[in-house]
T-cell receptor, first 112, second 111 residues
Framework: ETGVTQTPRHLVMGMTNKKSLKCEQHLGHNAMYWYKQSAKKPLELMFVYNFKEQTENNSVPSRFSPECPNSSHLFLHLHTLQPEDSALYLC???????????FGPGTRLTVL | QKEVEQNSGPLSVPEGAIASLNCTYSDRGSQSFFWYRQYSGKSPELIMSIYSNGDKEDGRFTAQLNKASQYVSLLIRDSQPSDSATYLCAVTGQAGTALIFGKGTTLSVSS
């Protein structure tokens, strides 16, 4: 498998559930990112990991918890989400953290 | 607050015409500039990157950068219906900050 993959592609969850989004990159990149894309809004950067270390957290609520066990894998743990958290969650990677970013297909999340 | 501004559109052009997409940015120290294309329901895909003033051509696409005016544009020649998508402008700031995306311009090419 090549590029950036994300699972699941679609997720429906209740506000009391706990779920995790997974991202894997097969490009040998050192930086990985989580973005949120809501309708009519620009892409919102959530978290940046560079060489497995979190370098940026854009005031994201604590109900979103990232995890980066190695340079190839990135998780986003979700708990007690709100309906307004429904969005497309995109993972991206780049060789270095200011380089061209390549995106995964995204996870469409619906919070009921 | 560093910003990237794009006209949301929609920009409508007939097939075969030139589509011109524009983007302005607020951080004068920005170093790298990217154009992404995003089809409805899909993730963004990179079309062009540009780093220095002037024009950069790749097939039907030309990116233009003017750092003095803090302006970057994307020209699409011989527009095709398959070019209909949202085009996102993205800019890195100085000192290695992560990409900042504009809201995107929706392009519609009619046959």
């Amino acid at each position: 498998e090549t590029g950036v993959t994300q699972t699941p592609r679609h997720l429906v969850m209740g506000m009391t559930n706990k779920k995790s989004l997974k991202c894997e990159q097969h490009l040998g990149h050192n930086a990985m990112y989580w973005y949120k894309q809501s309708a009519k809004k620009p892409l919102e950067l959530m978290f940046v990991y560079n060489f497995k270390e979190q370098t940026e957290n854009n005031s994201v609520p604590s109900r979103f918890s990232p995890e980066c066990p190695n340079s190839s894998h990135l998780f986003l743990h979700l708990h007690t989400l709100q309906p307004e958290d429904s969005a497309l969650y995109l993972c991206a990677s780049s060789q270095e953290w200011v380089d061209t970013q390549y995106f995964g297909p995204g996870t469409r999340l619906t919070v009921l | 607050q560093k910003e990237v501004e794009q006209n949301s559109g929609p920009l409508s052009v007939p097939e075969g015409a030139i589509a011109s997409l524009n983007c302005t940015y607020s951080d004068r120290g920005s170093q790298s500039f990217f154009w992404y294309r995003q089809y409805s329901g899909k993730s963004p895909e990179l079309i062009m990157s540009i780093y220095s003033n002037g024009d950069k051509e790749d097939g039907r696409f030309t990116a233009q950068l003017n750092k003095a005016s803090q302006y970057v544009s994307l020209l699409i020649r011989d527009s095709q219906p398959s070019d209909s998508a949202t085009y996102l402008c993205a800019v890195t700031g100085q000192a290695g900050t992560a990409l900042i995306f504009g809201k995107g311009t929706t392009l519609s090419v009619s046959s």
